[in-house]
């Protein structure tokens, strides 16, 4: 689900790296509570280890009419977390930036409906001016299971 490509001899060489954070563990686990309660399931859930200022691209498919969160979450040492979405035409459809001293601090949520049923790219980023490397990310998509996709209502 989620590569990290680095140079290595002059070859790109693809690694899955993974991080753990007990602070991070324990925003997930009430999440999952919350988003639970409200009909979501997890679908794709992964820890990762990110570089300061590097946008960090996971791709996957999702389905029409259905409605997806996101959660990104964040060193909570980090000034800066960003996340945009882009549609498989490569337009943004999503775009959230959160700051260390903003009420959600290190975590970034957001519902999406797609209109289409295509692989979508999440390039979530976080600036940390005192650890460029080996921060930790982490990064969830739901689905709201119950009620079944989303009908667009008859305009005749």
């Not at 009420?103 to 970034?108: A, W």
Request: proline share 4%; net charge positive; glycine share 6%.
């Amino acid at each position: 689900m989620i590569f990290s490509a680095q140079l290595s001899s002059a070859q790109n060489v693809i690694q899955f790296e993974e991080c753990n954070s007990v602070y991070i563990k324990n925003q997930v686990d009430s999440l999952k509570q919350i988003f639970a309660k409200k009909g979501f399931t997890v679908l794709k859930e992964t820890y990762i280890n990110m570089e300061s200022e590097y946008e960090m691209p996971i791709i996957f498919r999702l389905q029409q009419g259905w409605w997806y969160e996101f959660v990104f979450i964040g060193e909570p040492t980090s000034r800066l977390y960003e996340v945009r979405m882009f549609d498989w035409n490569e337009r943004e459809v999503v775009y959230k930036k959160h700051l260390w001293g903003d009420v959600d601090g290190n975590v970034i949520s957001f519902p999406y409906i797609p209109q289409f049923s295509e692989f979508h790219m999440l390039k979530p980023v976080q600036v940390n001016k005192k650890q460029k490397k080996n921060l930790c990310g982490y990064v969830m998509v739901l689905k709201k299971i119950k009620g079944g996709p989303i009908q667009k209502a008859n305009t005749r």
